[in-house]
């Protein structure tokens, strides 16, 4: 089957108000930089999608990327680790000013809700955070003398994902730490909308290569030059042009 799509436009045409939406990437790292400007760029056409539940490592830096997604106003919640990072202000704002809903999880219990996600496991115990804000009000249970907080599994509706190399099948590879988030992702979501920077006929792949199987991904559109979100800042890039940071 070819899950090959035309642009990136057209590959986030689906996305509707309210979703859960899992974007991949370690800061700028695997970061599908054109695929979160192509939502944006849906939204101030026509309003839409809106109200959004942003599942990321971080929260954005700049004004490119994630940081622009939040910046004009489509991400009503965000499920992160890291909100503070180098250049954090425009989620900072947002919080303070009480327009963006923040869950805190730490990032090894991410990847795992997110593993969890993608392996139909609905919960699993954990030590980290016990005895902190984060594990109020969730269940405790004792393992060899231990305390284990039980989390949930993260689950979304779309993924947004950066690959190396897909075939047309939607077989993956990733540059190095570019793989981060990513894998996982395409596991939890029920639609998987991947940018690779090369897109090769079935075959094309080394089968050992492969890191994410073609049946975790639905669409995969070609972006031969990808934007790294940290030469987007250097620049002092605003996204999208001719808004004021």
């Not at 897909?166 to 590879?173: C, E, P, V, W, Y």
């Not at 050992?208 to 559109?221: A, D, K, L």
């Amino acid at each position: 089957m070819d899950k090959t799509i035309a642009s990136p436009a057209e590959a986030v045409a689906g996305i509707a108000d309210r979703a859960v939406v899992m974007i991949g990437g370690f800061g700028g790292s695997g970061a599908p930089i054109e695929l979160i400007h192509a939502l944006i760029d849906r939204y101030v056409k026509t309003g839409s999608p809106k109200n959004l539940t942003v599942v990321n490592n971080n929260a954005g830096n700049g004004h490119v990327g994630l940081a622009a997604l939040i910046e004009v106003g489509m991400v009503r919640k965000l499920i992160c680790s890291f909100p503070r990072s180098a250049d954090p202000r425009v989620f900072t704002e947002k919080y303070l000013a009480g327009e963006i809903e923040l869950e805190l999880v730490p990032q090894g219990t991410l990847a795992e809700r997110i593993r969890a996600g993608g392996a139909g496991i609905p919960a699993f115990y954990t030590p980290t955070s016990y005895g902190t804000e984060l594990a109020e009000g969730k269940p405790v249970a004792e393992f060899e003398g231990r305390p284990y907080v039980r989390e949930r599994w993260l689950k979304a509706d779309f993924a947004l994902v950066k690959a190396h190399v897909a075939d047309t099948h939607g077989n993956l590879t990733y540059n190095k730490a570019a793989r981060n988030f990513n894998p996982l992702m395409c596991m939890a979501a029920r639609t998987t909308i991947v940018q690779a920077s090369r897109i090769v006929p079935p075959g094309g792949i080394d089968p050992e290569h492969v890191v994410t199987p073609g049946i975790f991904v639905s669409q995969v559109v070609e972006v031969p030059d990808p934007a790294q979100e940290e030469e987007l800042n250097r620049a002092g890039a605003v996204y999208p042009e001719g808004t004021s940071p």
